[in-house]
Each structure stands twice: as C-alpha cells, then as structure tokens.
C-alpha cells in the first residue's frame, strides 16, 4: 500500500514556475513508475510525465516538454514536478501517481491532487 500527498500547487501568473511536491508513504518498489496527471474543468484526465523509481528514465507528454522537468529523491521517498513558463492551459488539478504501470488511463495508487492556476 502507498500513500501520496501532493503539494505545492497555487496561483502564478503566466510565464511563472512552480514546483510540486509528491510525498510517498508506504514503499515504492524500484520497479515502480510515478506519474504526474492533471486534469482541468470538463476535460479528460491527461498524464503529463512520468518516471522510473529505479532507473529515473522520464518522460513527458509534448504539450509540457521543455517546460516541466520531473525528478526523484529516493532517499526521501519524494517525486517533484518543476514547472517553467507556465501557460493558462496548464490550469488544472495535479495528482501524483505510482504503481508497477503507470499509462495515460491508469495507476494502482493516487494522491489526493493540489490546483495549480495559471492567470493570463
């Protein structure tokens, strides 16, 4: 069983960062992957990036590559989401999320999730 709680969400004007933060509890397997979706007001959910607790092999959907940078600290039990020039489009809640398979549709274990607003 694990547990995730985001943080770090907020209002930011457009071209602004932020940086969310995904704290784990209960063990991550290395084989496990972790996942940030986001999901806005009458959209579908969407996987933004993902990565391997292991490995640290990442990668993004094109919408945020180049922007956003998602990275691990292990010893922490922490995954972050680092978010630069940030766009209105980018306005939704975020949730963090981990399982042996982590694909656009699914995951074993979520996180409550935490609103990021992009003002234009």
């Known amino acids: 069983q694990v547990q995730l709680a985001e943080s770090g969400g907020g209002l930011v004007q457009a071209g602004g960062s932020l940086r969310l933060s995904c704290a784990a509890a209960g063990r991550i397997f290395s084989n496990y992957i972790v996942g940030w979706f986001r999901q806005a007001p009458g959209k579908e959910r969407e996987l933004v990036c993902r990565i391997d607790w292991g490995a640290g092999f990442t990668d993004y959907d094109a919408v945020v590559k180049g922007r956003f940078t998602i990275s691990k600290d292990n010893a922490k039990n922490m995954v972050y989401l680092q978010m630069n020039n940030l766009k209105p489009e980018d306005s939704a809640v975020y949730y963090c999320?981990?399982?042996?398979?982590?694909?656009?549709?699914?995951?074993?274990?979520w996180g409550q999730g935490t609103q990021v607003t992009v003002s234009s």
């Open positions: 999320a981990t399982g042996p398979t982590v694909t656009p549709s699914s995951a074993s274990y």
